[in-house]
């Protein structure tokens, strides 16, 4: 089987070539962050634009690259949402298009469910396992039984982790999309735990997340520091903020580790994905945790845990060889929860409805 993937949910087009051998034999992807940049944020108009005028090309390089021909293609799979609804309906109309033209059938993708699955992909992992997804749009623990087989342990009641990388990076002038820039200056800190921030949730029942405080906190610091802040103590803060994270996200994992392993003794893998996975600090500090408790630690490659169409390929793959597919009717969801019987956790951002 080879499944073509689409990615255009958020500010990366993307497309891939993966077989069920799991190999990756082509994986492109063109980053908007220069489109971006001069808004310190994704626009979703200029988002949606950018992947009409390149997805063609990238679908084009992405074959060529593998060495196969479209009549070559088992499937097209695309991401479905969640995601800037503009930016979806590029995507899912293009694989409609070439999946009809074919002759074979079409994936609508949960984008969620590719950074979930990407560990089969990259590491070959059996089910059950404990999922960290933490990514621009979600921070979120589950425990993943199978292929659309997924019971959430926590979310974050406000911000996404990776937005609040992003929301820092901008007051400490790292520019955007500043989760990477962030923690390349951290990397330069003399003293790491120099600047006291709170550990939102730390020690609270629960797996459930809170980082707009820690953000707040960031800025009330600043507001105590010379103007133009000083290399030092940029540095400095950033590691202190990413220390943070990095300490709340690890206590909380800890908590669903207990939880999943009472739900499902089979349950000893522990899977870090998403963008905010390819912070090495991160990565360093859950293989800890891991350990501790005797738990093999699965964290996919950095280019596989940002967006890219491979995961999107692979997902496809997987609902493929269960035998599902989509129609052509498939209406792209701008919000699409993994686990749809998980109550709402409270909190702002929660109660307008964001997933
Ligand atoms: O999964 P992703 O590529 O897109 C979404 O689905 O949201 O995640 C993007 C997020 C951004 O917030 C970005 O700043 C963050 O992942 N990110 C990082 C790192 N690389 C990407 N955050 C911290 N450290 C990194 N190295
Ligand atoms: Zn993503």
């Not at 590029?90 to 993708?109: D, E, H, N, R, S």
């Not at 921070?139 to 982790?161: M, S």
């Not at 901008?170 to 989760?179: H, Q």
Request: glycine share 12%; aromatic share 4%.
């Amino acid at each position: 089987m080879i499944v073509l993937g689409i990615e255009t949910s958020c500010d990366e087009t993307a497309a891939a070539i993966v077989t069920g051998e799991r190999n990756i034999l082509s994986n492109v992807v063109l980053s908007q962050i220069a489109d971006h940049e001069p808004y310190g944020g994704v626009v979703p108009e200029i988002a949606a634009r950018a992947h009409l005028d390149h997805l063609d090309r990238l679908i084009a390089e992405s074959l060529v690259q593998a060495g196969v021909g479209l009549g070559a293609i088992s499937a097209v799979a695309a991401t479905g949402g969640p995601g800037l609804i503009g930016g979806v309906i590029v995507g899912v109309m293009t694989a409609k298009a070439i999946a009809l033209a074919c002759g074979v059938p079409f994936l609508a993708v949960n984008h969620l469910e590719g950074h979930a699955l990407t560990a089969r992909l990259s590491d070959g992992i059996g089910f059950p396992f404990l999922l960290l997804l933490v990514s621009g749009g979600h921070c979120q623990l589950l425990l993943v039984a199978g292929v659309g087989r997924y019971r959430r342990l926590g979310t974050t009641i406000d911000d996404a982790v990776g937005e609040a990388f992003d929301k820092v990076a901008k007051l400490l002038g790292l520019g955007y999309p500043g989760g990477p820039q962030l923690e390349q200056a951290a990397l330069a800190a003399i003293s790491p735990r120099r600047f006291e921030l709170p550990r939102p949730m730390l020690g609270r029942p629960g797996c459930d997340f809170s980082f707009s405080g820690l953000k707040t906190a960031v800025r009330r610091c600043l507001a105590g520091l010379p103007q133009p802040l000083p290399e030092a103590d940029a540095v400095d803060l950033a590691a202190s903020f990413q220390t943070a994270v990095a300490d709340v996200l690890v206590e909380r994992t800890g908590r669903a580790i207990a939880l999943a392993a009472a739900a499902d003794p089979d349950c000893r893998t522990l899977v870090v994905a998403g963008g905010v996975a390819a912070n090495r600090y991160l990565r360093t500090r859950l293989a800890g945790l891991a350990d501790q408790t005797g738990w093999r630690f699965v964290a996919p490659p950095l280019g596989l845990c940002t967006d890219n169409g491979a995961m999107i390929a692979w997902a496809g793959l997987e609902r493929l060889r269960l035998g599902q597919s989509d129609g052509l009717d498939f209406a792209p969801r701008p919000r699409w929860p993994l686990d749809p019987t998980a109550h709402h956790a409270g909190g702002v951002k929660a109660a307008k409805g964001k997933t």
